[in-house]
Nanobody
Framework: QVQLLESGGGLVQPGGSLRLSCAAS????????MGWYRQAPGKQRELVAA???????NYADPVKGRFTISRDNAKNTVYLQMNSLKPEDTAVYYC????????????WGQGTQVTVSS
């Protein structure tokens, strides 16, 4: 049974930092892409950051320079370091895993709430 379990969300003040973790189980995802998406109220789910099996990264423009995605294949885990958080970063953040090319699998976590507010 494949599971992606997010952790690290919570309430933080503007300018603060959070580190999200996504621990995968059921299979190894070292050979594919892992990423983070987010969905704010009234908005569609959007890509935040992704990292391929080869270590290539992709960031959404609003988070470039503030967020960093990384992975630890030995732990089957992907991280999202979020710095200089803004109220507009408030959303449910979802972990995702899929192949570098194709869609033979596409797994999602249940999400973790990130709220940036003073």
């Amino acid at each position: 049974q494949v599971q992606l379990l997010e952790s690290g969300g919570g309430l933080v003040q503007p300018g603060g930092s959070l580190r999200l973790s996504c621990a995968a189980s059921g299979r190894s995802f070292s050979g594919g892409t892992m990423g983070w998406y987010r969905q704010a109220p009234g908005k569609q789910r959007e890509l935040v950051a992704a990292i391929t099996s080869g270590g290539s990264t992709n960031y959404a423009d609003p988070v470039k320079g503030r967020f960093t995605i990384s992975r630890d294949n030995a732990k089957n885990t992907v991280y999202l370091q979020m710095n200089s958080l803004k109220p507009e970063d408030t959303a449910v953040y979802y972990c995702n895993a899929h192949p570098d090319w194709g869609l033979v699998y596409n797994y999602w976590g249940q999400g973790t709430q990130v709220t940036v507010s003073s």
